[in-house]
């Protein structure tokens, strides 16, 4: 062997090493290979605005597995790159630094401010690109997108117009969500629900006839000036006989007619509900039923509008206050109740949304919902977990229109043109148009298209369409989305409708949803709380592998997992422990070392670790098809630790110092499971994995394009079950002996009761070397009853007890222990009795002392055994 391995594991001094001489050799890049299976993840895109943190890094991680195994199980296999151009969280951040400027992006203009938005793109934009390649994404990067590239762009054009034209895609006037701080629309999906303190504000409307008055409640009493209804229910006995008559509106003094509809719930508060149809949803569903005005008291910036003199100008809960006041002195405030209850906010900034009534585009969804509701039903889409059907279902069976057109300049520009002298509105792909009617040139609609209207066409944009790329009809439809549970209405929702309506197939066959990354405390990772986790910290202190092998090991689809340094740690502690195997078996191999496979005659522990390997290549292929990465980790693991470095290394260590025929033997066997086991767990720890292969290897090949270890018959011994036995029987000594307290250094005769003799006498020098044995006798009865004694399925063992210990020393330092571990017993038991103590002391505390108890009775059962066992 010409290289050698470093003598300590610094992941530092090769990782960017590792990743440079993978890309540039073109291993992430697959071909359009008719001998090939094509497997396709397009990842999640990124925002631009992004910077890399521990979600990422578990999305990313899991997705490099899944691509890594296949590519080594022998497909062409695309993971394909790119970010998103975040329109909000982009503009904000261009818009806020023209504002340190003393610059308002109007004062600019479009196009100067699309300049700008460009220019930050270049400079920021490949921020996270970066550090996903440090975390050893093996993304083909010859093939980065980007929404706002020319082709994704050719597509979203292609998708509004084919949508327009079938009348999908409508402009009209709904209630929509508006963000006042954003300054822009946002869809339902974008809106998030909190809990917020408020308050019910009870109120009289008096009747214009002076013969009473209703009264009802709001949570928004400065929505009352654009009140232009009060509604009842049609079947409530109460109200029946008020249906049709006028209100006079307090303070506006507005006359509004009492209104019946079905949408009042007679049983909640006093089943009057007052009616604005500009700023509720439902309230404008109202309105349009009963042909109500629509009246829009608030600017974008949610301040009173010019109309109501008093109150203009005011920002919306300046104004609540003072209108409650107004209503309190003209004797229209009834009672203030608290109340609380779910607010919406914008998922960007925070800022409680405001309904209001808008001129938007729309996208009809129910006959884009319907088809892909059925996909997942007929099962050619799923969802792992399973469970997570139904949120995917919830959402589509109650879908409403989407709102697509965003007030911001960067992003797509809506492909809609307006002449201002006729009135007429053009629909085209082309960047400018002129006035059918009157020739003059048009203007173009200045709102963008929601950023999710792009993204939703990822798996196929990415891919060449609308042209019929060779690489589109190879690489769709894609095979695992990854994603979080948080964006299945996002964006899997709408990938699922897009490409089953532009490609008339789905565009995934399976989606792999995983929890999120929590802290130790199980607590969201935050920046109010301060707990986030910089991931390129991780990196920087513990290496990519033992970042990605916490993750991977912690989890299971679907479920939340917590990140501690203590498990970062011990995945740092596997490497190093793999490390210095490796090193160990490498040192143990001459200079001319040819490895030429496994040899044909074994011994029979490597008939063993043969079969034991070939077991958990099965299982790790089962595993990851099942999508059980963390299982698959934790298997793979426990060969590696377990059974190859603490058993079989071992094992081998009389064969390599006798030399000669035996030890050329263990040094082939050694080599052929160690090249496998660094396949077999190079998806998720690639670098060392990559590392230790070119040396073992002499950079004959690199792994990441080996083949995946899998199930071969052939090296299913049957007699291997035979040395498991050996195993139990070695293990059995071992743990009697730590019982005891018996020193590894002190040795002691081995009497094995067996009725396979031969077994035995064959394995009893791995006996002599790994269970302490000064001899070993072998025989099908023994009667020793002076004798400390191990049982497995398969053996009895005897260990003469004056060769292990002095008895009578023995007792006596277990009776000083009994008497101490009593006095703690003692003192535990009564504490826990005192019922002052259990009424005052903390629940934690009270829990700890009964834990102490537990322990301490657990460690008295163990010395009394012990006792026993010596008398």
């Known amino acids: 062997m010409k290289q050698e391995l470093a003598k300590s594991y610094q992941p530092k001094d090769f990782e960017d090493r590792i990743y440079k001489m993978w890309n540039d050799s073109g291993s992430f890049t697959p071909h359009v290979d008719s001998e090939k299976q094509p497997y396709t993840i397009v990842i999640p895109p990124p925002n631009i605005t992004g910077q890399l943190h521990m979600g990422h890094a578990l999305d ?6 899944l691509i890594r195994w296949k590519r080594m199980s022998g497909y062409s296999a695309l993971w394909l790159p790119g970010t998103d151009h975040a329109s909000i969280a982009t503009e904000a951040k261009i818009v806020e630094a023209m504002r340190k400027e003393g610059i308002k992006k109007e004062d600019i203009g479009r196009e100067a401010f699309l300049e700008r938005a460009w220019a930050w793109k270049k400079q920021y934009g490949g921020r996270i690109v970066e550090q996903l390649k440090k975390l050893g994404s093996s993304c083909d990067w010859t093939r980065e997108r980007f929404t706002m590239d020319e082709g994704c762009s050719k597509a979203v054009k292609e998708v509004f117009i084919k949508y327009y034209e079938e009348g999908l895609i409508y402009r009209g006037k709904r209630i929509i969500n508006w963000c006042p701080k954003c300054l822009t629309s946002i869809s339902d999906a974008e809106v998030e629900y909190e809990v917020q303190a408020g308050h019910f504000w009870h109120l009289r409307y008096p009747l214009k006839d002076g013969s009473g008055y209703l009264e009802l409640a709001t949570t928004r009493p400065e929505t009352l000036l654009g009140d232009t209804a009060v509604a009842v229910n049609p079947n409530d006995e109460r109200y029946k ?3 049709g008559k006028t209100l006079i ?21 006093t089943g009057v509900v007052k009616i604005t149809p500009a700023h509720d949803p439902n309230d404008f569903e109202v309105g349009l039923r009963h042909n109500l005005e629509v009246i829009n008291v608030m600017t974008d910036d949610a301040k009173i509008v010019d109309a109501y003199p008093k109150y203009a100008g005011m920002d919306r809960y300046e104004a609540r206050k003072a209108i409650v006041e107004d209503l309190k002195a003209e004797g229209a405030l009834v009672e203030i109740e608290d109340y609380s209850h779910n607010v919406g906010t914008c998922y960007r900034c925070g800022t409680t949304v405001e309904p209001r009534v808008s001129k938007q585009w729309f996208v009809k969804m129910k006959p884009l919902a319907q088809p892909a509701i059925d996909a997942v039903k007929n099962g050619k889409t799923k969802f792992v977990p399973e469970r997570f059907n139904k949120i995917y279902f919830h959402w589509l069976e109650n879908i409403k229109d989407w709102c697509i057109s965003r007030q911001l300049w960067w992003g ?10 006729c009135g007429e509105m053009v629909v085209t792909k082309e960047n400018s148009a002129v006035c059918p009617k009157c020739g003059k040139p048009m203007r173009q609609d200045p709102d963008t298209l929601d950023t999710w209207f792009s993204s939703a066409l990822w ?4 891919l060449g369409w609308p042209d019929n790329t060779e690489e589109l009809k190879y690489f769709y439809p894609t095979n695992t989305l990854v994603t979080g549970y948080d964006i299945i209405f996002f964006w899997v929702v709408r990938m699922m ?11 995934f066959d399976t989606v792999l949803i995983h929890g999120l990354v929590r802290d130790e405390q199980g607590r969201k990772m935050s920046k109010s709380l301060g707990n986030g986790i910089d991931p390129l910290k991780v990196i920087d202190e513990f290496g990519a592998d033992a970042l990605r092998f916490m993750l991977a090991t912690g989890n299971a689809p679907g479920n939340d997992m917590r990140y501690s340094d203590d498990k970062v740690k011990a995945a740092r502690n596997f490497a190093n422990k793999l490390w210095n195997a490796s090193r160990f078996i490498m040192m143990n191999l001459p200079e001319d070392f040819q490895y030429h496979g496994l040899p044909e005659d074994l011994e029979l522990e490597d008939r063993w670790i043969v079969s034991k390997f070939n077991a958990v290549a099965k299982e790790v292929g089962e595993n990851l098809d099942k999508f059980e990465i963390g299982v698959a980790s934790a298997k793979i693991y426990d060969f590696i630790w377990d059974v190859y470095c603490d058993w079989y290394i071992e094992l081998t260590k009389p064969r390599i110092q006798a030399g000669g025929a035996a030890m050329e033997k263990a040094q082939a066997v050694l080599v052929w499971v160690m090249r496998g086991m660094l396949k077999l767990l190079h998806p998720f720890m690639p670098y060392i994995t990559e590392e230790i292969w070119q040396v073992l290897t002499d950079g004959e090949s690199m792994i990441i394009v080996e083949s995946y270890p899998v199930y071969d018959a052939k090296y299913d011994f049957a007699d291997a079950v035979q040395f498991e036995n050996v195993i139990d029987a070695i293990r059995a000594i071992r743990n009697r002996r730590t019982e005891m307290q018996v020193p590894p250094s002190k040795k002691a005769r081995v009497c094995i009761e067996t009725t396979e003799p031969e077994l035995y006498r064959s394995t009893a020098v791995f006996f002599e070397k790994l269970a302490s044995a000064s001899a070993v006798e072998v025989g099908e009865k023994f009667d020793m009853p002076d004798a400390a004694t191990a049982v497995t399925d398969s053996v009895r063992i005897f260990i003469p007890m004056d060769e292990l210990i002095d008895k009578d020393k023995e007792l006596a330092r277990l009776k000083k222990e009994q008497e101490k571990v009593q006095k703690d ?21 009270v829990e700890a002392e009964k834990a102490k108890l537990a322990k301490a009775q657990e460690k008295m059962d163990k010395i009394v055994q012990s006792m026993a066992a010596l008398q």
């Open 497 to 507: 409708f897009s490409g089953l309506k532009n490609m008339g197939e789905v565009p």
């Open 241 to 243: 006989d008020l249906v």
């Open 412 to 421: 797509h520009q809506i492909p809609a043109f307006y002449c201002d002298d």
């Open 249 to 269: 509106l307090p303070l506006v003094h507005r006359e509004i007619p009492i209104v019946a509809d079905d949408y009042v719930e007679m049983d909640f508060g």
């Open 60 to 65: 990313e991680t899991l997705q490099d597995i």
């Open 459 to 462: 798996p196929f944009s990415t």
């Open 825 to 845: 017993l003692d003192f535990l038991s009564k504490k826990l009795s005192n019922q002052g103590f259990l009424a005052k002391a903390p629940e934690k505390l």
